[in-house]
């Protein structure tokens, strides 16, 4: 009697560990998501890829990463926090000014999983209503903090008129070698690849010097950089 009791608790334990392990996977898979639409890359046999920046802006980050994309005449696409964007007012505008894409990147880029849906609205739309303001036209590109959605925050961005941005070439976490750190991203870019770097805080210092050889790279590989709007128009289907 008590050892089926057990028996039942412990495969009770083991179902909601399967389903918390499974949440956990699915708040963060690239090229799925409950509702709404998500791209991780697209499907294309031109070789167009879409360098993406997340985080910030913060002064020494912007003034590190616009003079290189100039230099190379590449356009990227930034996605902004909303909270820095009001702490360093101008510089969105500075990078729109420049050619480059901005996306919504939350406000507080706090783990959007499990709050109220009004927590999620208020995310979106704060940034929104910042972007706006900073001349973008319609933002539609979102890029959740971390990666990580589930059913809430989805539904929120798809009600807010946009669409989830993920990656499918990221780059390697904490190298400090120029060489290595771009040989990882050129390594995996392929035909409509999404790239992932962060450029304000923790990476600045490597991509200062693996950003042109990342650039020069994809050239020499024959690549076209454009931004993720671009890539979507141009590439055809885009759900992956
Ligand atoms: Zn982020």
Redesign the pocket.
Same mark, same amino acid.
């Given at each position: 009697m008590r050892g089926r009791l057990l028996r039942r608790i412990g495969i009770g334990l083991l179902v909601l560990l399967a389903g918390a392990y499974g949440l956990h996977r699915l708040s963060g898979a690239e090229c799925f998501q409950l509702v709404g639409e998500v791209h991780c890359r697209v499907d294309t046999d031109q070789k167009l890829v879409a360098l993406t920046f997340?985080?910030g802006p913060i002064p020494p980050g912007v003034e590190m990463v616009l003079p290189i994309l100039d230099a190379h005449g590449t356009k990227a696409t930034f *996605?902004l926090?909303g909270e820095a964007m009001q702490r360093n007012p101008g510089l969105a505008r500075r990078m729109l000014e420049a050619g480059h894409e901005l996306g919504n990147?939350s406000y507080t880029?706090k783990r959007l999983l499990l709050r109220m849906p009004s927590t999620y609205e208020q995310e979106v739309g704060a940034t929104d209503a910042l972007l706006r303001a900073e001349g973008v036209e319609s933002p539609t590109l979102f890029?959740p903090? *971390?990666g990580k959605r589930l059913l809430g925050l989805s539904l929120a961005v798809d009600n807010a008129g946009y669409r989830t941005i993920m990656w499918d070439v990221e780059e390697g976490v904490g190298l400090t070698d120029p060489r290595e750190y771009a040989d990882i991203i050129l390594d995996g870019v392929q035909p409509g690849s999404i790239v992932l770097m962060?450029p304000m805080f923790g990476h600045r210092e490597v991509i200062s010097k693996a950003l042109p050889l990342i650039i020069e790279g994809l050239e020499e590989r024959g690549y076209t950089m454009v931004t993720v709007s671009e890539l979507l128009a141009g590439g055809g289907v885009g759900d992956e």
């Open positions: 997340d985080d *996605f926090v990147h880029h890029r903090p *971390f962060h």
